[in-house]
C-alpha cells in the first residue's frame, strides 16, 4: 500500500494467523484503493483467497475487518513517532512521514478521514476507532508542542491538526507537494512561537 504507512504484520492474539493477515492486508489495499463500502466482504475473501469460515473465524463482521485495517494503519503511525526522540523531532519526523504520504504514488487520502466519511454514525465501532486514533494524535501534538516549548500547546495542536487534515484532502484533490510544503510550514511556525 504505497499511499500510506505501512501496515505492520499484525499483532492479532498469541499465534498469528497467516490467513488473518492476509486477509488483513488484502482488505487494507481495497479498503483504502476502493472505499471501504464498495468493497464487500466475498471480495476480500476471494481476492485473499480463504474459506468464508476463515474469514468469520479471524473477523466477526466486516465492521470488525474495517476496525482491524483502522487499528493497523493506527499502529504504524505510533511506530513512527515512537522510534525518534521527544518535542520537535518527534513532530518533524510524524508530520514528514505525512508529507510522504501526501506525494506518494496512489494516495487518496487519510485513511481515517475516509472512513469517518463512510460511517459518520459516532456509536459506529470504524467511528469510534477513527475518533480514537485522532484523538491519539491530538494529544500526541499536544505533548510533543508542550516538550517543544510552546506556549500554549492544546491550541497549537488544534491548529496543527487542522493544517493535518487539510493537506490530506489537498495532498488527493489538488497539488501534493504544496500541500506537503505548507504542512511542513505550519509545524516550523508553530515550533518557533515562544
Not at 28 to 43: K, N, P, Q, T, W
Request: net charge positive.
Amino acid at each position: 500500500m504505497p499511499a500510506r504507512l505501512a501496515v505492520p504484520p499484525s499483532r492479532g492474539g498469541p499465534r498469528p494467523s497467516e490467513a488473518r493477515d492476509r486477509l488483513l492486508r488484502t482488505a487494507s489495499a481495497l479498503f483504502y484503493g476502493e472505499g471501504i463500502r464498495a468493497v464487500g466482504v466475498d471480495r476480500v475473501i476471494g481476492e485473499a483467497a480463504v474459506s468464508r469460515a476463515t474469514f468469520y473465524r479471524h473477523f466477526p463482521s466486516k465492521d470488525d475487518l474495517v476496525v482491524a485495517y483502522l487499528r493497523e494503519v493506527d499502529q504504524a503511525v505510533r511506530a513512527v513517532a515512537a522510534a525518534v526522540p521527544e518535542g520537535a523531532p518527534r513532530l518533524r519526523t510524524v508530520v514528514g512521514k505525512m508529507g510522504e504520504q501526501l506525494c506518494s504514488a496512489g494516495f487518496r487520502g487519510c485513511a481515517f478521514i475516509n472512513a469517518a466519511a463512510e460511517y459518520p454514525d459516532p456509536d459506529s465501532p470504524v467511528h469510534r476507532a477513527v475518533a480514537e486514533h485522532r484523538a491519539w494524535l491530538t494529544a500526541l501534538f499536544v505533548r510533543e508542542l508542550g516538550i517543544a516549548g510552546h506556549p500554549d500547546p492544546e491550541q497549537a495542536a488544534a491548529q496543527l491538526m487542522m493544517l493535518r487534515d487539510g493537506a490530506m484532502v489537498a495532498g488527493y484533490l489538488a497539488d501534493a507537494v504544496r500541500a506537503r510544503e505548507t504542512l511542513a510550514r505550519g509545524l516550523e511556525g508553530l515550533l518557533t512561537q515562544r
